[in-house]
């Protein structure tokens, strides 16, 4: 089992950044790919990046390509969302998720609340 935790949410004006921290513990040799998903109310959860950790290979919704980056730092074990030119559509809570290969689900974290305002 995974544990992860995220942070760096906030609130922000449009056009600003962020960046989001997962700090992963426990069984983290494990995880093949790593991503980052949003939920906005009323609306399904979403991919938004992934990256596969042994090959480094990286995934991006269509909406965020361009403004949005996925990377890892292996030795502290975190994943990172770095967040550029923030829209308004982008509010949502963000969560961190860690797989094994073939793994269907994973481990979620509790999630950050990101809110960018016009």
């Known amino acids: 089992q995974v544990q992860l935790v995220e942070s760096g949410g906030g609130l922000v004006q449009a056009g600003g950044s962020l960046r989001l921290s997962c700090a992963a513990s426990?069984?983290?040799?494990?995880?093949?790919?790593m991503g980052w998903f949003r939920q906005a109310p009323g609306k399904e959860r979403e991919l938004v990046a992934q990256i596969i950790l042994t090959i480094g290979a990286t995934y991006y919704l269509d909406s965020v390509k361009g403004r949005f980056t996925i990377s890892r730092d292996n030795a502290k074990d975190t994943l990172y969302l770095q967040m550029n030119s923030l829209k308004p559509e982008d509010t949502a809570v963000y969560y961190c998720n860690a797989r094994a290969y073939g793994e269907s689900s994973g481990s979620w974290g509790q999630g950050t609340q990101v809110t960018v305002s016009s």
């Open positions: 426990g069984r983290t040799f494990s995880s093949y790919r």
